[in-house]
């Protein structure tokens, strides 16, 4: 079992940062794969990001290639998400999620989910 919980949302002007922590308990998730995926009001759950377990392959939505990063700390058992240049648009509840490899952009085969943290983002 992997529990995991976001942190670091928050009210952002526009062209502004925020760093998401996704913070992992439970044995063995240096071996998981991690993901971002992210909700706006009235529309479908999203691929944002996802991390190969050693960190080594990254995999971004178009959306956000070029402003967010996504990192890792396996010994500190935490996913990141750099989130540059914000716009409007990426006003959203932000989830971690994580699954055994391989990495994957679709949300239907991720097992673990945090609770969501909240990016509002003033134009």
């Known amino acids: 079992q992997v529990l995991l919980v976001e942190s670091g949302g928050g009210l952002v002007q526009a062209g502004g940062s925020l760093k998401l922590s996704c913070a992992a308990s439970g044995r063995a998730f240096s071996s998981y794969t991690g993901g971002w995926f992210r909700q706006a009001p009235g529309k479908e759950r999203e691929f944002v990001a996802a991390i190969s377990w050693s960190g080594s392959s990254t995999y971004y939505a178009d959306s956000v290639k070029g402003r967010f990063t996504i990192s890792r700390d396996n010994a500190k058992n935490t996913v990141y998400l750099q989130m540059n240049s914000l716009k409007p648009e990426d006003a959203a509840v932000y989830y971690c999620?994580?699954?055994?490899?391989?990495?994957?952009?679709?949300?239907?085969?991720?097992?673990?989910w945090g609770q969501g943290t909240q990016v509002t983002v003033s134009s």
């Open positions: 999620a994580a699954r055994r490899p391989p990495l994957s952009t679709s949300e239907n085969i991720y097992n673990y």
